[in-house]
């Protein structure tokens, strides 16, 4: 069985809802997330109208169903890993969701390179680091006139998925496939049922 109703939440809405479930923004307004999530999703957009180029190496595991994880970026050195059987789980959900017009093959590869291809543009380059929190409008610190703009915990991974869902040509966020996959993986009839954890991204960066 898959659960129909997580297509209804446009990308928008799952991304304030990973915003949401980001430790420090309990208790935040909606509307205040809405517009960081906005805000975010632009700045993933734009960027991909200059791809960023990925230097890391790639490596395959096959152990993303127990880490609940479809690719993860590490910086030392500078690598991607990729698990194939979650990006093979991420494929059958797709064709049980009927979602193949959205997410055509290969794309999902295609797509966790891309967004950990961001996690590593935005750790190494500080400008463009400093180019998303202007973006997002978020003042840690006002001085008379002098204004600090402040991070906001979970915006970096929402410009990584817009990023990804526009330079790959998805029809939907990877945020709509990594709801279904935590969905699949927590059914009594997935193998990996007993290792998922709600709330963790199938997507995550480490230094």
Not at 40 to 69: K, N, Q, Y
Not at 151 to 169: K, S
Not at 188 to 205: D, I, L, T, Y
Request: net charge positive; with cysteine.
């Amino acid at each position: 069985m898959t659960n129909p109703d997580l297509a209804t939440v446009d990308d928008l809405g799952w991304a304030v809802r990973l915003l949401a479930a980001t430790p420090t923004h309990e208790g935040r307004d909606h509307a205040l997330l809405r517009e960081w999530a906005s805000r975010a999703d632009e700045f993933g957009a734009r960027l991909a109208l200059t791809p960023v180029p990925s230097t890391a190496r790639v490596i395959e595991r096959h152990d993303g169903r127990e880490r609940l994880l479809l690719a993860r970026y590490t910086s030392r050195p500078p690598t991607v890993e990729l698990y194939t059987d979650t990006l093979a789980l991420a494929e059958d959900v797709i064709d049980a969701h009927g979602w193949r017009t959205w997410y055509p093959p290969g794309s999902v590869r295609a797509a966790a390179l891309a967004h950990e291809a961001v996690h590593a543009h935005l750790h190494h380059d500080g400008s463009a680091k400093a180019a998303l929190k202007r973006a997002l409008g978020h003042t840690a610190l006002r001085l008379g006139r002098l204004r600090v703009p402040g991070h906001v915990a979970g915006a970096e991974e929402v410009a990584a998925h817009a990023y990804a869902r526009t330079v790959c040509g998805l029809g939907r966020s990877p945020l709509l496939l990594t709801a279904a996959l935590r969905d699949a993986l927590a059914r009594p009839e997935a193998p990996a049922q007993r290792s998922a954890r709600p709330g963790v991204p199938a997507a995550r960066r480490e230094t």
